[in-house]
């Protein structure tokens, strides 16, 4: 079983920055695939960004370019940088590993998932 906890998360002016991590309770973290997921009431949870487990990246269209997640598998840790925040980014993100090691956009794929951190944008 693998259990993620997500930090990083809070109140942010609008044009800043957040370093959202995910860290694993397992050191066998380099062989998953993680990704990221944002959702808010009343919507499906949304892709955002993914990284297999070799480093390659993908992105959802509406960060493209302001995102960056990256992994440091000696800490168990995948980390999601988000710059240049606005209120549409306002969500609770979620981690998610998927045992496959490649990258995945639907969520059902994903099989452990975080509790959340919540990221508020004000404008």
């Known amino acids: 079983q693998v259990h993620l906890v997500e930090s990083g998360g809070g109140l942010v002016q609008a044009g800043g920055s957040l370093r959202l991590s995910c860290a694993a309770n397992?050191?066998?973290?380099?062989?998953?695939?993680m990704g990221w997921f944002r959702q808010t009431p009343g919507k499906e949870r949304e892709f955002v960004a993914a990284?297999?487990?070799?480093?390659?990246?993908l992105y959802a269209d509406a960060v493209k370019d302001r995102c960056t997640i990256f992994r440091n598998d000696a800490k168990d840790t995948v980390y999601l940088q988000m710059d240049s925040l606005s209120p549409e980014d306002t969500a609770v993100y979620y981690c998610?590993?998927?045992?496959?090691?490649?990258?995945?956009?639907?969520?059902?794929?994903?099989?452990?998932w975080g509790q959340g951190t919540q990221v508020t944008v004000s404008s």
């Open positions: 998610a590993a998927d045992r496959g090691g490649y990258i995945v956009v639907p969520p059902g794929h994903y099989a452990y």
């Open positions: 397992r050191p066998t973290l380099s062989n998953y695939a």
């Open positions: 990284i297999s487990s070799t480093g390659s990246t």
